[in-house]
């Protein structure tokens, strides 16, 4: 079993940065593919980036593209979301997963498990 734990939402202004983390526990999660995926109101949850188990391959949904950065720690139970140049359209619950399957992973039905999510709000 893998929990996740998800922190560092809050406000920022557009054009501004904020970094998200995702605390992991549990066997294994240096094996998995991990990703960030966003909700916003009333709208269905969108892939954002994912990583794979080494760090050393990583995918970025074409909105966040040079602007987010998803990284990990292993050795600190630690996955990020460096999110920069911050648009509104960025806003939403952030959410941290992890796949027992190998290999960077888009899909969200592709995830095992899932955190309680982390708000971000873009706001001037």
């Known amino acids: 079993q893998v929990h996740l734990v998800e922190s560092g939402g809050g406000l920022v202004q557009p054009g501004g940065s904020l970094r998200l983390s995702c605390v992991v526990s549990g066997d294994y999660w240096t094996t998995y593919t991990m990703g960030w995926f966003r909700q916003a109101p009333g709208k269905e949850r969108v892939f954002v980036a994912t990583?794979?188990?080494?760090?050393?391959?990583?995918d970025y949904a074409e909105s966040v593209k040079g602007r987010f950065t998803i990284s990990r720690d292993n050795t600190k139970n630690t996955m990020w979301l460096q999110m920069n140049t911050a648009k509104p359209e960025d806003a939403g619950v952030y959410y941290c997963?992890?796949?027992?399957?190998?290999?960077?992973?888009?899909?969200?039905?592709?995830?095992?498990?899932w955190g309680q999510g982390t708000q971000v709000t873009v706001s001037s």
């Open positions: 990583i794979t188990e080494s760090g050393r391959a990583t």
């Open positions: 997963a992890a796949a027992t399957e190998t290999g960077l992973r888009i899909r969200e039905y592709q995830y095992d498990y």
